[in-house]
Structures are given as structure tokens and as C-alpha cells.
């Protein structure tokens, strides 16, 4: 099971940071070392955080971590795409597609806390993203895309009479996403269970945001 979902131990079932493996440890995997890289970069920083910062964090050499990838940016890659793939999937799913706007808008709100809270470390990683890099401008661009479908699907919901006449879509859709993406900042799995999360930001949402949108609709 992944360490982002659930704590690393030592022998001793004391936990411990993510990359610090113990000695009988099983090799790593491109996924385990795009966890370690994810965990550094938001701790260091990506342009602060160098390959040697990476393998120490690992517990492996340079020359065995670019067994695996060809440097940091490709872990980096990694990292983004772990959190798009599952922002982007959300967006695929059937009742993300079919019906009316407002049950297709609290699915796909549902969701994506979900990811967020199930691929904190990641999603983390992409709402801080600064642009410095290709792969950064990348993202970010694929990040407009999937805030762009949420909006959309907000102007439809408004658009057919199923939110309260003073609500602006433009700012509404700008409001849920600022909603979602704050949870990063403190949102921590061990103080909150992902269901009451998810019900919690729901709530505040449909019920507050949105001005009652009426589920029909």
C-alpha cells in the first residue's frame, strides 16, 4: 500500500518519513520514488531541492535513481500527472457526464475532494505550483482545462434556473474552486475522515455557495 495513504513504519511500528527505508526494505519503484520526490519537493521546494537531496531522502545513490528516471523534472512530471490523472478522471465518469447540471456538478465536487484528500501530497504539489518550468507551465495549463469544466458546468446550472437569481456564475465557479483548493492548507487525514470531509464541503457548498441550488435542475 502507498505511504500517501497511510503511514510508513519502522519495526517498531514508529512512524517515519517517507524514503527513509529500512535496510531489508524492497527496492524502490518509479511510483515510490515519485512519492519520495513529491514529499521533498513540498517540503524544499522543487528548484531548492537537488538529486542528491532526493537519493538522501530515498536512501539510494545518484547512480540508482537515475535507473529510474532521467532527472528531477521527470519525477516532477510524474507527480503532476498522479494528480491529473485523478482530477481529469473524475471528469470522465458517468454521472460527471449525463443528467442534469446540478447533480453532475455536486458528483464531480464530491469527487475531486476525494482525490484531493487521497492524493494530497500530489494535488498539493499542483495548486503550488509557480510555472517556472515546461512542466510546470504544462500543468498549470491543464489545471485552467479542468477549472474551466467546473465553470462551465456552474453556467449551465445557472443558466437553467437552478441557483438563486443573485448569483454570479463567473464568481461562483471562482468561489467553489478557491472552496476545494484551500483544503490543502489544512486538511490533515489523520484528523478527518475523507466521508465527513466530503459531506462537510458538500454542504457548504450547495447550501451556502451556490445560494440552494435546487437538484432537479
Known amino acids: 500500500m502507498s505511504a500517501t495513504r497511510e503511514a510508513v513504519t519502522n519495526q517498531d511500528g514508529a512512524a517515519r ?4 527505508r529500512a535496510a531489508n526494505a524492497e527496492p524502490y519503484t518509479l511510483a515510490s520514488l515519485v512519492e519520495v520526490a513529491a514529499h521533498a519537493f513540498l517540503e524544499r521546494g522543487y528548484d531548492a531541492t537537488s538529486m542528491e537531496d532526493l537519493s538522501r531522502a ?72 509557480r510555472g517556472n518550468t515546461e512542466t510546470e507551465r504544462w500543468a498549470l495549463g491543464r489545471r485552467r482545462e479542468f477549472d474551466q469544466a467546473v465553470a462551465a458546468l456552474v453556467r ?20 467553489l474552486s478557491g472552496t476545494v483548493n484551500s483544503l490543502i492548507e489544512w486538511y490533515r487525514p489523520e484528523r478527518v475522515a475523507v466521508a465527513d470531509l466530503v459531506d462537510a464541503v458538500e454542504r457548504q457548498v450547495f447550501e451556502g455557495l451556490l445560494g440552494g441550488l435546487r437538484p432537479s435542475r
Open 156 to 175: 449551465e446550472a445557472t443558466e437553467a434556473g437552478a441557483t438563486h437569481p443573485g448569483v454570479d456564475p463567473v464568481i461562483a465557479a471562482r468561489l
Open 17 to 20: 518519513r517517507p524514503g527513509r
Open 58 to 129: 530515498a536512501g539510494i545513490t545518484k547512480s540508482s535513481f537515475y535507473h529510474h528516471v532521467s532527472g528531477k523534472e521527470a519525477l516532477l512530471r510524474g507527480a503532476l500527472d498522479r494528480a491529473l490523472d485523478g482530477l481529469f478522471g473524475v471528469l470522465g465518469e458517468p454521472d460527471a457526464l449525463e443528467g442534469p447540471p446540478v447533480p453532475r456538478l455536486r458528483h464531480i465536487v464530491r469527487r475531486q475532494v476525494e482525490v484531493l484528500a487521497t492524493e494530497l501530497p500530489y494535488v498539493t504539489l499542483l495548486l503550488r505550483l
